[in-house]
């Protein structure tokens, strides 16, 4: 059962331009949802985050839009660059025992192109 | 020094041999976690560990155990390999989130490839 859905699979955007990578889940008891990044041969590495209580998060060309009615986040990239290009994953975070504790729930990943 | 270290980076063993991954980090971590990432699949969690004494299972266990030595690693076996699991495996750890139940970022080691013929 894929609790997070992320399309597209793959990604190929001209240097400039925005690349939007889109996520929905479906069990409301997700309560922070962040963007990991993978480049080549490394580990994935946090983005961005944002929590269900606010609609969009900005870190400089990257935001994330939230909409928790429809269940749905995106990761937009403002002006992609070549070194954007990696692997993309969304996530979900699952409260757990004690309030201290989580796992995550990783989307199946957007292979990111960036052409020069 | 990587935060997070991973060994070996590469294996490649046969069907039935008995292979241990091994985790140690240097960032003071009680919050440890085993994923195996597959193309198209993205990353599932085999196992996690919040403390020494706090062990659970997580998506995909079946064919896996885990050893929590010290604080500071974290053990993955598989007693019987077998080609399915082929894969690449992550290590990652984090802190523990905050009394108001704030999210705290997994960090990842570099991985390890492993290959069952």
């Known amino acids: 059962q894929q609790q997070v859905k992320q399309s597209p699979q793959s990604l190929i955007v001209q240097k400039g331009g925005i690349s939007i990578i889109n996520c929905a889940y479906e069990n409301t008891a997700f309560d922070y949802f962040p963007w990991y990044q993978q480049f080549p041969g490394k580990g994935p590495a946090l983005l961005i985050a944002?929590?269900?209580?606010?609609s969009e998060k900005k870190e400089g060309r990257f935001t994330i839009s939230f909409n928790k009615s429809a269940k749905q986040f995106s990761l937009h990239i403002m002006d992609s660059q070549p070194g954007d290009s990696a692997t993309y994953f969304c996530a979900a975070s699952t409260p757990l025992s004690g309030g201290s504790n989580y796992k995550l729930t990783f989307g199946k990943g957007t292979l990111l192109t960036v052409n020069p | 020094d990587a935060d997070v270290t991973q060994t070996p980076r590469n294996r490649i063993t046969k069907t039935g041999k008995r292979i241990m991954l091994e985790c140690s980090q240097t960032?003071?971590?009680?919050?440890m976690y085993w994923y195996r990432q597959d193309p198209g699949l993205g990353l599932r969690l085999i196992y996690y560990s919040f403390d020494v004494k706090d062990i659970n299972k997580g998506e995909i266990s079946d064919g896996y155990s885990v050893s929590r030595q010290a604080q500071a690693k974290f053990s993955l076996s598989l007693e019987s390999a077998i080609p399915n699991q082929t894969a690449l495996y992550f290590c990652a750890t984090s802190d523990p989130g905050s009394p108001t139940g704030s999210y705290n970022e997994q960090f990842f080691g570099p991985g390890t490839r492993l290959t069952v013929l």
């Open positions: 960032k003071g971590h009680d919050r």
């Open positions: 944002i929590r269900p209580d606010v």
